[in-house]
């Protein structure tokens, strides 16, 4: 089966703490994004990536990091430095950035105590 | 950027055409538009997309005015599996808006 996975479905963090979510693509994507959604809102860029060892900062980058060392993987980590992160966060993937459609996973929700 | 204006709610009757309109007056001249749809707690789902010509598959029709100032999304017999959140987004090799989308309820 083709697809993207990310994991957990549910992630439980103390505030302070970094944590990383995981997101596999077996598509052979080149373009790999990650999203936040807040409750009632639409989607908003993390961050992109358009191929291995490159990405670009979307619109609320701040508080986040990633990094693409392969082509399937393209994990966030959620620093401390993050101020609200409590939200679902969605990752995708597309054969090329901006021309094809994105294929995404079933999302990490994510809560900060 | 070219950012899309969407109605945030509409109705439509099961079985009738859903007709979801979506703004994009600044689009340029290389960008797409793009329809996903989203059901509660899901990853959102592609639907369609065009460049300046209307579009039909198996789920729906784009419709996208000659100005490309503007589209629309034709759902031709919504059943109560379409009730979901529709996203418009205009992208571009490095832009991605998703904005807020139009919340779809599909009613008996």
Redesign the interface.
């Known amino acids: 089966d083709g697809g993207?996975t990310q994991s957990p479905k549910y992630l439980f963090r103390k505030e302070g703490q970094n944590v990383t979510l995981s997101c596999e693509q077996n598509l052979n994507h080149d373009a790999m994004?990650w999203?936040r959604q807040d409750p009632g809102?639409?989607?908003?860029?993390i961050y992109?990536s358009q191929i291995v060892n490159d990405f670009?900062k979307?619109?609320i980058a701040e508080g986040y990091s990633v990094s693409r060392e392969k082509k399937e993987s393209f994990p966030l980590t959620v620093t401390s430095a993050q101020k609200n992160p409590t939200a679902?966060y969605?990752c995708?993937s597309s054969r090329l950035?901006?021309?094809y459609?994105?294929?995404?996973?079933?999302?990490t929700?994510l809560t900060v105590t | 950027d070219a950012k899309t204006t969407q109605p945030p709610s509409m109705d439509c009757a099961e079985g009738r055409a859903a007709n979801l309109p979506c703004n994009h007056s600044t689009i340029s001249g290389n960008e797409y538009v793009y329809w996903y749809r989203q059901i509660h707690s899901q990853g959102p789902q592609y639907i369609i997309h065009g460049l300046k010509n209307n579009e039909t598959n198996e789920m729906a029709s784009l419709i996208i005015t000659e100005d490309r100032k503007s589209s629309t999304l034709i759902l031709p017999h919504a059943t109560l599996r379409d009730t979901a959140v529709y996203y418009c987004i205009v992208t571009g090799p490095d832009k991605f808006y998703f904005g807020s989308g139009t919340k779809l309820n599909v009613k008996p």
Do not use: K, S, T, V
């Open positions: 993207i994004y999203y809102q639409g989607l908003r860029l992109y670009q979307g619109d679902f969605l995708a950035a901006g021309r459609e994105q294929y995404f996973g079933p999302g929700r």
